[in-house]
């Protein structure tokens, strides 16, 4: 079945060190985007992607970065200048043919990452 | 972004119908009204979307007003399995800028079904 896979489903992060989230989609999807929620919270976009080889920040990318070398992977870095890491980490892809607000977006399971 | 305001939470029993409503009265004419859930430790999942006229997939019905300012999603038969925050959601059909396809989730409708 089609749909989007993220590794590791849990991730330990000692200080001062980077770690990359995976996140993989055979969905033939050309928007990938990188979603942060925290307990309680929606929501928030990290960074995004609409085709290969370009990508935007969305609206926290500070402390983090990413990259679109494969339309259907989207690596996510989470890096020691981002302080407060312990977050939920969400991937999503859509279409983006007949207009965004026309396409649903599909989210993998998600990614939690915590602090030693 | 056009904002929504959706019940904080609901209750409902399993197998009786559950309408989850959602107030979005400066909706723009571009806008489709997309809908998500949300279950505990997993990702967001795609319910279903509309624009102007009712719509019925497998999962559920939306049923949009006439003026388009408020929107009902319809689980039709409610099991446990459909315990989960609900998510309202209006998104531009030509969305660009920093906003270029993103969703903005706000607090959404947390349901609750009882055996």
């Known amino acids: 079945d089609g749909g989007i896979t993220q590794s590791p489903k849990y991730l330990f992060r000692k200080e001062g060190q980077n770690v990359t989230l995976s996140c993989e989609q055979n969905?033939?999807?050309?928007?990938m985007y990188w979603y942060r929620q925290d307990p309680g919270q929606g929501l928030r976009l990290i960074y995004y992607?609409?085709?290969?080889?370009?990508?935007q920040k969305g609206d926290i990318a500070e402390g983090y970065s990413v990259s679109r070398e494969k339309k259907e992977s989207f690596p996510l870095t989470v890096t020691s200048a981002q302080k407060n890491p312990t977050a939920f980490y969400l991937c999503?892809?859509?279409?983006?043919?007949?207009?965004?607000?026309?396409?649903?977006?599909?989210f993998g399971d998600g990614t939690r990452l915590s602090i030693l | 972004d056009a904002k929504t305001t959706q019940p904080n939470s609901m209750e409902s029993n399993e197998e009786e119908p559950v309408h989850l409503p959602c107030n979005h009265s400066?909706?723009?004419?571009?806008?489709?009204i997309h809908w998500y859930r949300q279950l505990p430790s997993q990702g967001p999942e795609y319910v279903i979307h509309?624009?102007?006229s009712n719509v019925n997939n497998r999962m559920a019905s939306l049923a949009i007003a006439e003026d388009r300012k408020s929107s009902t999603l319809i689980l039709h038969r409610a099991t446990l399995r459909d315990a989960a925050v609900y998510y309202c959601?209006?998104?531009?059909?030509?969305?660009?800028?920093?906003?270029?396809?993103?969703?903005?989730f706000g607090q959404g409708t947390i349901l609750t079904v009882h055996p």
């Open positions: 999503a892809s859509s279409m983006d043919s007949g207009g965004w607000g026309n396409q649903p977006q599909h």
């Open positions: 969905l033939n999807h050309d928007a």
């Open positions: 992607s609409q085709i290969v080889n370009d990508f």
């Open positions: 400066t909706i723009s004419g571009t806008d489709y």
């Open positions: 509309g624009l102007t």
């Open positions: 959601i209006l998104r531009d059909l030509n969305a660009g800028g920093t906003s270029y396809g993103k969703l903005t």
